[in-house]
């Protein structure tokens, strides 16, 4: 059996919902628009253009730099704040992933929040600082952080996971999300 308790903070959350923008492949696409803003931007104003033509070369500009650099952070951070708003009266919450031979447990603040059985679990996602398992829709997971284990540790885990469930495919998480 494993355990694995962690509060979950807006530091946390960041770093588990939002990506590290440069690695995903829409940012590329918003740094071409960018580039194409700032020509467009630099040649309406030489060229003496009206102020009409410069302003869309400014928008472009803007739109690419908050939805190539800042939108998936701004996401995950006002989901963050509403969930903690919503559910837990504006505080941080506990975590606690229980991991037994028959089912994954979590309890948060205490009190028993969901039950997985492992043949729901297709994928166990491997991070720099955390594990994904990942059910059979991918929507859905549990997180359990590397250094939070108080029953257990990562390696030991990670190689009960391979003896135990070989049935459950074993990834490196996406590079966006490999922190």
Partial sequence: M?????????????????????????FYVYLIIFIAGIFG????DRVGASA??????????????YRGVFFHWMHADKTFRLTRQKY?????????VILRDKDISLHINGKLNNRVEWSEIKKLEEAKTYFKLSS???VEGVMVDKSCFT????DSFKQWMKETHPEIEQVRIAPAFDK
């Fill in 2 to 26: 494993f355990v694995n308790e962690y509060i979950m903070n807006r530091k946390r959350y960041d770093k588990w919902a939002a990506p590290k923008f440069w690695r995903l492949r829409s």
């Fill in 41 to 44: 931007w630099i040649y309406f």
């Fill in 52 to 65: 009409r033509w410069q302003t869309i070369g400014a928008f472009l500009v803007f739109v690419s730099v």
């Fill in 88 to 96: 837990f009266n504006e505080k941080d919450w506990a975590c606690k």
């Fill in 136 to 138: 059979s829709d991918g």
């Fill in 151 to 154: 029953e257990g540790d990562s």
